[in-house]
């Protein structure tokens, strides 16, 4: 079983930054991908960035030149850097990692709890 957790949330003011972390842990025998999505309110969850093994990058086209996706593969932790946040990046962020837990396994999604970013104008 994989556990995800995020933190970094928080309240800002439209302009500023923010950075979130996301950290994997549990019965891990490697990573695909790690990303970010989010949600607001009334709202269909969407792709924020993520971020493969081999590092190949997708960005959703409302974010893209402002924010900026990491990893560290020795951590099972992934990172994103959210600069010149707007009112409409307001929504809570989930970290999704798909991982397999056993040689030739299958690879499964895990979703973390979640964090609030409130972007105030």
């Known amino acids: 079983q994989v556990q995800v957790v995020e933190s970094g949330g928080g309240l800002v003011q439209a302009g500023g930054s923010l950075r979130l972390s996301c950290v994997a842990s549990g019965s891990i025998f490697r990573i695909n991908i790690m990303g970010w999505y989010r949600q607001a309110p009334g709202k269909q969850r969407e792709l924020v960035a993520d971020i493969n093994s081999g590092g190949s990058i997708n960005y959703g086209d409302s974010v893209k030149g402002r924010f900026t996706i990491s990893r560290d593969n020795a951590k099972n932790t992934v990172y994103l850097q959210m600069t010149s946040l707007k009112p409409e990046d307001t929504a809570v962020y989930y970290c999704?990692?798909?991982?397999?837990?056993?040689?030739?396994?299958?690879?499964?999604?895990?979703w973390g709890q979640g964090t609030q970013v409130t972007v105030s104008s």
């Open positions: 999704n990692v798909i991982a397999s837990t056993r040689l030739w396994g299958p690879f499964d999604a895990s």
